[in-house]
Nanobody, 125 residues
Framework: QVQLAESGGGSVQPGGSLRLSCTGSANTYKSSCMGWVRQAPGKEREAVAVIHPGSSYSYVADSVKGRFTISQENAKTTVYLQMNSLKVEDTAMYYC??????????????????WGQGTQVTVSS
């Protein structure tokens, strides 16, 4: 069982910034894909970004590219989602997700082994 510790959601005005954090298991951190998935009410879940800390492979969805950045801090087994220039349409519950991916390379855009409880991001004026 892998537990993911998420933090960093909140409410901001359009154009603002937030940083989400997700801390994973030290045992599997470098052999796993870790990413963020969001879901807004009435909408399908959407892959946002994913990274493989062991190989530094990363992916960012076109809908947020240029505004969101995913990064890693190995000493803390933590990945971050820096969200800048937030838009109203970014409002959603953001979930950290992980999937064991031993050999690195291209990660699934929606990791499916374990999910965090989610953190709400609300962008409104």
């Amino acid at each position: 069982q892998v537990q993911l510790a998420e933090s960093g959601g909140g409410s901001v005005q359009p154009g603002g910034s937030l940083r989400l954090s997700c801390t994973g298991s030290a045992n599997t951190y470098k052999s796993s894909c870790m990413g963020w998935v969001r879901q807004a009410p009435g909408k399908e879940r959407e892959a946002v970004a994913v990274i493989h800390p062991g190989s530094s492979y990363s992916y960012v969805a076109d809908s947020v590219k240029g505004r969101f950045t995913i990064s890693q801090e190995n000493a803390k087994t933590t990945v971050y989602l820096q969200m800048n220039s937030l838009k109203v349409e970014d409002t959603a519950m953001y979930y950290c997700a992980t999937q064991y991916w031993e050999y690195g390379g291209m990660c699934p855009t929606i990791p499916s082994d374990y999910w965090g409880q989610g953190t709400q991001v609300t962008v409104s004026s």
